[in-house]
């Protein structure tokens, strides 16, 4: 992001750079998050918990308006959606970019203006097309030519449906291979270099009532360098000046994707907001200068960026086992509420709160509680060397791909969500109970 947060107290020597702007220490040895302490939100709601800080939030979408003036901000909805969520970035300008019809339903019946409603899926189902016309979104974008056809009959003769077609622009770039989209040979998208963009693009022209607006395009997650999506301006912009020779077709939007990476633990490098808005702005002006072609509206389209660092997920400590060189701490959670870990390798900096400890630092991992081995909250870390069950540990950039990626795994259930702001505490989404997984269950 374009700032770093400081936090408004001293609440311990350790580097809290990653956590909510509103972390400080009210009482020795513990955290509070937007005024309120995590040990009573612990105490209230129960573990595992999930935090999610509302001004931290409403200060990044801002940040994501403010860099980026002229352009259209969607929030990618995958990374996490609920009700409130939805209505705060409603509240804050931004428009939602969703990929089923699950996620639109829960934003359109919460009050979200459906015309700034994105619809992407590289799979889309029939009931997917069908609620984004019913509900009349904004825009779909395509992702495979069969998906052309079906949504020119579903829209029918004498309806009209906003697309865009979503472009593979050959560019590699992010923080995992199974997170990289912008490479040829993928499940997303449409290559340019083997002419299924181009070929895809005829059709929907060919198509009356499908009203082409722009190309889209969008290369991983985690991203922390300006230079890939530099690159995919260029490759875009060329794509368009193709268009416009071939078809005499001017599209005015350009919609970059997101992906922009945040840091994960103190130090980690982070996406610089500023020069990424600084540069695509300079390289889509030049890019477009050269081809003789006015400069399409942008759209961004962050997730991740906007609500991770908002979150800190909370758990008890179970079990300390010494086991050969190892120390292992077993929380009541783990990869059902967060499998980032076993998926990518992803890497966090728990920390003891509600108590304070005088202890050396033991390296430790931090275990989930699920039958599997690869169930790791966090390895390798430093805790206090007194750790025990009962503990209290925080995990902060807790706020994207947590709950949205959970699993019902050993049938634990999905953990709640609570909302902090100034020194209040409210739930936003309620624990998943023992009844909820019963009820589901219908056959014997």
Not at 106 to 111: I, N, P, Q, R
Not at 178 to 199: E, M, V
Not at 262 to 290: M, N
Request: proline share 6%; hydrophobic share 40%; with cysteine.
């Amino acid at each position: 992001m374009t700032t770093v947060h400081e936090p408004t107290a001293t609440a311990t020597t350790a580097d809290l750079a990653v956590w909510p702007a509103s972390t400080t220490g009210p009482r020795h040895g513990d955290l509070a998050v937007g005024g309120v302490p995590l040990a009573e939100i612990a105490d209230r709601f129960g573990t595992p918990v999930h935090v999610l800080d509302e001004a931290e939030v409403r200060d990044r979408c801002r940040t994501y308006r403010d860099a980026f003036p002229d352009a259209e901000i969607l929030y990618a909805a995958k990374a996490f959606l609920c009700r409130a969520m939805a209505h705060w970035v409603a509240e804050e300008g931004l428009g939602l970019d969703v990929c089923s019809a699950g996620e639109l339903e829960l934003a359109v019946t919460t009050g979200f203006p459906p015309e700034r409603i994105t619809l992407h899926g590289n799979a889309k189902s029939p009931r997917d097309l069908e609620t984004a016309l019913r509900l009349g979104v904004g825009r779909i974008v395509i992702d495979s030519p069969s998906e052309i056809a079906r949504l020119a009959a579903a829209v029918g003769a004498d309806g009209h449906q906003k697309v865009m077609v979503r472009v593979v622009p050959g560019i590699s770039a992010g923080g995992h291979e199974k997170i990289r989209t912008g490479t040829d040979d993928q499940k997303f998208g449409l290559s340019i270099t083997d002419g299924y963009a181009q070929h895809a693009i005829a059709r929907v022209l060919d198509q009356p009532q499908l009203e082409l607006t722009g190309l889209h395009c969008h290369l991983g997650s985690q991203i922390t360098s300006v230079k890939p999506y530099l690159a995919a301006v260029r490759r875009m912009v060329g794509l368009m000046a193709q268009l416009h020779e071939q078809h005499g077709l001017v599209l005015p939007e350009l919609d970059l994707g997101g992906g922009h990476g945040i840091a994960y633990r103190p130090g980690e490098e982070a996406l610089d907001l500023t020069a990424l808005a600084r540069g695509v702005r300079a390289e889509l002006s030049a890019a477009c200068s050269t081809a003789g072609l006015p400069v399409p509206r942008l759209i961004i389209e962050p997730g991740r960026a906007v609500v991770g660092p908002a979150g800190v997920a909370l758990y008890h400590v179970l079990a300390v086992k010494h086991t050969g060189s190892h120390v292992y701490v077993a929380v009541d959670g783990g990869m059902s509420d967060n499998p980032r870990p076993a998926l990518y390798g992803v890497r966090y900096t728990p920390r003891l709160v509600g108590r304070h400890s005088t202890a050396a630092p033991a390296r430790v991992t931090v275990v989930g509680r699920h039958c599997e081995a690869g169930d790791i909250v966090a390895a390798d870390v430093e805790l206090p060397g007194d750790i025990r069950p009962g503990d209290l540990l925080a995990v902060p950039v807790a706020g994207a791909y947590h709950l949205s990626m959970a699993s019902g795994y050993n049938l634990v259930g999905r953990p709640p969500v609570a909302a902090v702001r100034d020194g209040l505490a409210r739930l936003l989404v309620r624990r998943e109970s023992l009844d909820d997984i019963r009820s589901r269950d219908v056959g014997l």
